[in-house]
RNA sequence: GGUCGCGUGGCCGAGUGGCUAGGCAGAGCUCUGCAAAAGCUUCUACGGCGGUUCGAAUCCGUCCGCGACCUCCA
């Protein structure tokens, strides 16, 4: 497939940029991750589920993608200004278990989600206090540079003078006079920054705190932004091609990792940044302090006041498809309805592609959709607008199953391909119908059909449709066609 | 307050200086014993006001409304 002809957003620069990796065709990917202190959101699934799709259609074009997501098992505190308690340790006190119990715990939890909504698991997905050392060397290095100091055990980055040198905000847009200006009383005590927009690269440990380690400059534990600086660095080097996240982690998280790297290293990090936007309800953005959000299985199941009903996991993921990734999405019950008719009215055409007949001449045009299909994907992922593109396909299949249009036996192979490789290997999605169904099951339904067919044969209309509605209440639907009956079951 | 973004038809949601996005819903027709499914056809648009242009929903200005970030957050 390579050389493609991908074009993403940078937010760096503001720009769709064709996409040339730094050393093809190998390709660096890293995407912050979830800090497991409690059960992620919808919202929070559906920045994976973006970079989920990137992924996957690099792979695709025949990239070799190392894919890193770490797992923030520490150190994130809950208040502002880098004071307050540990949020895992909040949980682990809460629920009277160890901190590393809480860890594993909404870990698995994690893992069980993004399994639900068919996301790839990441090449590596390191954890915080898997990469302490390299934490605490990276610390160093941002010393030894000038950019870093410690006050009573604690280190701070010298956002200041590193300021003076580099671009500090070149990823969020900000400006230090701006962020000057609007300083909030939450500096006014006892703070022992130089300036108040330096951040913690480590942070010296209360008695009370459980997960801590030794440093040089004390017991302590490593600063919020550090990890992923330190585990980018350390899985895919100095410099890698993209790093995502979602919209809300660009400032500060991001733009310090930036500092961070270039301040340890005088590298600067990434070449395209990329950013998820967020899930709305009722137009503000899904949060769990607001109340607003719901968890995977909630949805599943429907039990949450903001839902009609329960919405299966492949519903869920082609209605986050059929919206821009850099654009906001709201939730709302009728959007959900809608796309679960359209998903299944998406993976019924290709179940029945193998059913289309081969003829000699082929009347519809299979390489336009094709191309149609790479193009929009090639446009910063563009999956509305491949979406788009499949349902003419669709179109095109039913066609081909009247009979109205034919194809022949390469072109049908291409339309086959073209839809297995889309839907199923780049959309990630994935029949969710029952379809496990025994040999003894299509036995049985076979006789129910047939007995049906002599009724209708016998113009016993009564009994046919009897046989039709009580399949029906055992969610068994009947379609009758010139060829005969086809059944259907679902939940 | 600062920075950034958004405002499209009944709903969701793309996109471009002039040519049908798409999905769902609605209407009509075809097929059908009926139904379902499917196909075909079809109706509602581009927040307000100015400006640039032969032509703007698309560019510029302005106003109104909404949101995100500025504190942990996907």
Redesign the pocket.
Known sequence: MLPSNLHLYNTLT?KKEKFIPINTPHVGLY?????VY?D?????????LTFDVVYRYLIHLGYKVRYVRNI?DVG???????EGED?IEKRARLEKIEPMEIVQKYTNGFHHTTDLFNLIPPSIEPTATAHIIEQIEMIQRIIDNGFGYEVNGSVYFDVKKYSSKHNYGEL????ID??L????E?LEGGNEKRF??D?AIWKKASKETIMKWNSPWGVGVPG??LECSVMSTKYLGKEFDIH??????????HECEIAQSVGADNVNPVRYWM??????VN????????GN?FLPMELVTGDHPLLDKGYTPMTVRF?FL?????????F?N??L??????????M??VENLNQIKVAKETTVDISTLISNCYK?MD??F?T??T??????G??I???L??G?ETINVNDLEKLKTHFHTFVLDILGLKNEEANANSDLTDNIMEVVLNL?KN??EN?D??T??FI?DELNKINI??????DG?TWNYEK
């Not at 969020?172 to 400006?175: T, V």
């Not at 137009?283 to 607001?290: F, I, P, V």
């Not at 059929?322 to 654009?327: F, G």
């Not at 309805?337 to 998406?346: D, M, N, V």
């Open positions: 503001g995407v912050c991750g979830p800090t409690s992620a959101h919808l919202g929070n699934i559906r920045t994976f923030t994130h505190l809950i208040d502002d200004a880098d949020k969020s847009g900000r400006k701006e962020l200006e609007q300083t909030r939450s108040f927009a951040f919020w932004h995502g996240g979602g919209l809300d982690l660009k400032f500060p998280h950013h998820g936007n967020m899930l709305t137009g503000s953005k899904m949060s769990k302090s607001l959000s209605f059929q919206a821009n990734y850099r654009s906001t999405v709201d709302s009728e959007a309805q809608a796309s679960e008719k359209g998903l299944k009215r998406l019924i055409a929009s446009d910063d563009n509305p607008i979406i788009a593109h499949l349902f003419d669709v179109k299949i039913n066609l199953l009247e109205k049906r009724a209708k113009k209309y009564a046919a449709d039709r639907t009947i379609k009758d066609s010139s009956s």
